[in-house]
């Protein structure tokens, strides 16, 4: 099975840094890799699909990039609102088909 | 607008059975390919396993931990997506979401999500 990766685990920010959260999957994936925030308490969302494509309703300060296996998540200026956990989600593989990351938890410094 | 609403969720004791069901509206629910996705307490999301819409065949694919013992099913007439949970363990305690799914060439994803329904297996 195709295994992911986050880096890092965790991370402190301020409002208006840029953060940049890296997903690491464990053979090519090629573009198969989407982003979902998740606020404590909530459902996830997604963010990003296909490696880059900004999903409808998505603030444009996320940004996504990467093929093959390393992929990163950007946030061009921390909002307020964006305080969540971040995953990575594969679906090359069949099966299992859909495989998520562990998550990366940003929080205010 | 596009809506998921979970129910069915409660506490049942190990080896039971429980059956969750997902109402959908505001889309064409027997086009959907609709998923379910699990998430432990204090822990990541994990895919329990999805079910194809009729006109592509309407099989079903599940995740190693739960096949054998869940079964995901649809009744496209009622809008609804269910899942039928049975030789339930303590580690299938989560909040269960339904996703509606998009499928493409490279790639498939979750699109949108319902809010969850909380299952807790304990004696």
């Known amino acids: 099975d195709i295994q992911m990766t986050q880096s890092p685990s965790s991370l402190s920010a301020s409002v208006g840094d840029r953060v940049t959260i890296t997903c690491r999957a464990s053979?090519?994936?090629?573009?198969?890799l989407n982003w979902y925030q998740q606020k404590p308490g909530k459902a996830p969302k997604l963010l990003i699909y296909?490696?880059?494509s900004l999903q409808s309703g998505v603030p444009s300060r996320f940004s996504g990039s990467g093929s093959g296996t390393d992929f990163t998540l950007t946030i061009s200026s921390l909002q307020p609102e964006d305080f969540a956990t971040y995953y990575c989600?594969?679906?090359?593989?069949?099966?299992?088909?859909?495989?998520f990351g562990p998550g990366t938890k940003v929080d205010i410094k | 607008e596009v809506q998921l609403v979970e129910s069915g969720g409660g506490l049942v004791k190990p080896g039971g059975s429980l059956r969750l069901s997902c109402a959908a509206s505001?889309?064409?629910?027997?086009?959907?390919?609709m998923s379910w996705v699990r998430q432990a307490p204090g822990k990541g999301l994990e895919w329990v396993g999805r079910?194809?819409?009729?006109?592509?065949?309407?099989?079903?694919d599940y995740a190693a931990p739960v096949k054998g013992r869940f079964t995901i099913s649809r009744d496209d007439s009622k809008n609804t997506l269910y899942l039928q949970m049975n030789s339930l363990k303590t580690e299938d305690t989560a909040v269960y979401y339904c996703?509606?799914?998009?499928?493409?060439?490279?790639?498939?994803?979750?699109?949108?999500w319902g809010k969850g329904t909380t299952v807790t297996v304990s004696s």
């Open positions: 996703t509606t799914d998009v499928y493409t060439a490279t790639d498939y994803y979750m699109d949108v």
């Open positions: 505001g889309f064409t629910f027997s086009n959907a390919w």
């Open positions: 079910i194809k819409s009729k006109t592509d065949g309407g099989t079903t």
């Open positions: 053979q090519s994936i090629s573009s198969y």
């Open positions: 296909a490696a880059s």
């Open positions: 989600q594969q679906s090359y593989s069949t099966p299992p088909w859909v495989t």
